[in-house]
């Protein structure tokens, strides 16, 4: 497996470094944490604006328009840094970052041979040009009733954006181990994750909206939609809609999984639409999620909710 691949979801064979970045199409950021105990503190916090037009558009992102006024950036913000790192990890969107699951039996040992097995079982999930992708994947907790004996977690992100990214840190001194999107990494931030039901977190942004259902640390269920326009009140009952679909799904191939807890991380003039229509939807209260759900030690000086994501990328645990 590519070495991203084995950085995606935590499996590299290295420890996931304190640097997290962070990317999208307003900011570039940076977050160092420090581990005490079993909480994570906030150690250093900076930003860069990036300009209005810096990425193509797609459906998954775009790449870069200009790759090396991107690097000089990335230079100079690692260049203010109080240590500058050698490593770190890279957060991208849940837009830029899809996931999906795919069931597989035996996988090629050869990697290019396993790539392809890969890349065949994408291409019948997704309506994207799967050769302009790169795609990774983890083996995560078989469901009872699927047909093939092992579940894959695919990852898959424009190949083009992902080299230039790489590229520009590279040249900035850094190595990127890990690359994951928000909502999988906001998974490892939470202070429980109890491993006898299961978590639902809802990320919403102004891309889209992401559903991660979870057990312990292990990803069960994952839902993206871009953002749809129109009409408040037709969107949240085509959401409520699609939650209770979701949750017809998970009842019928996790049985016994009881839907413990509901976590919301949304704008705030979403929030309360959003908690009303998870709740309709999943038939549980969703909660608005606190301080109190993560690991977060000590006052961050910055809006915590904003360095959540970036916690959990320093939090993730290799195996």
Same mark, same amino acid.
């Given at each position: 497996m590519p070495e991203w691949a084995a950085g995606l979801l935590g499996l590299a064979p290295r420890a996931v470094p304190p640097h997290v970045f962070a990317l999208d199409r307003a900011r570039l950021r940076y977050a160092a944490f420090a581990r005490e105990g079993d909480e994570v503190r906030l150690m250093e916090y900076r930003e860069r604006e990036l300009p209005p037009d810096a990425f193509a558009t797609g459906l998954l992102g775009g790449p870069l328009r200009d790759g090396e006024g991107f690097a000089r950036l990335v230079a100079e913000l690692v260049a203010d840094l109080g240590a500058?790192?050698?490593? *770190? &990890?890279?957060?991208?969107?849940?837009?830029?970052?899809?996931? =999906?699951?795919?069931?597989? *039996?035996?996988?090629? #040992?050869?990697? #290019?041979?396993?790539?392809?097995?890969?890349?065949?079982?994408? #291409?019948?999930?997704?309506?994207?040009?799967?050769?302009?992708?790169?795609? $990774? /994947? &983890?083996?995560?907790?078989?469901?009872? $009733?699927?047909?093939?004996?092992?579940?894959?977690?695919? %990852?898959?992100?424009?190949?083009?954006?992902?080299?230039?990214?790489? /590229?520009?840190?590279?040249?900035? *001194?850094?190595?990127? %181990?890990?690359? =994951?999107?928000?909502?999988?990494?906001?998974?490892?931030?939470? +202070?429980? +994750?109890?491993?006898? *039901?299961? @978590?639902?977190?809802?990320?919403? @942004? %102004?891309? %889209?909206?992401?559903?991660?259902?979870? +057990?312990? @640390?292990?990803?069960?269920?994952h839902r993206y939609k871009p953002a749809a326009g129109g009409e408040a009140g037709g969107h949240g009952r085509l959401v409520v809609r699609d939650l209770r679909l979701t949750l017809s799904f998970l009842a019928e191939n996790v049985p016994g999984a009881e839907l413990r807890r509901v976590l919301l991380l949304a704008p705030p003039a979403l929030e309360e639409r959003w908690l009303d229509w998870l709740t309709e939807g999943l038939g549980r209260p969703a909660l608005p999620l606190a301080r109190e759900h993560l690991l977060l030690a000590g006052d961050p000086g910055t809006a915590w909710n904003e360095t959540a994501p970036l916690m959990g990328a320093a939090c993730v645990e290799f195996r």
């Open positions: 500058p790192p050698r490593e *770190g &990890s890279l957060l991208l969107p849940d837009a830029w970052l899809r996931l =999906a699951f795919t069931e597989v *039996g035996d996988l090629p #040992r050869a990697p #290019r041979e396993r790539e392809e097995v890969l890349r065949w079982k994408l #291409r019948r999930l997704v309506p994207f040009r799967v050769d302009e992708l790169r795609v $990774a /994947a &983890s083996e995560v907790e078989a469901l009872p $009733a699927q047909e093939e004996p092992r579940r894959l977690l695919l %990852g898959f992100a424009l190949e083009q954006l992902l080299a230039q990214a790489e /590229a520009a840190f590279a040249a900035a *001194g850094v190595r990127l %181990g890990l690359v =994951a999107n928000a909502s999988l990494a906001l998974l490892h931030a939470l +202070r429980t +994750r109890p491993a006898d *039901g299961l @978590d639902a977190l809802a990320l919403i @942004d %102004g891309e %889209g909206q992401s559903l991660l259902f979870a +057990r312990g @640390d292990q990803p069960v269920l």
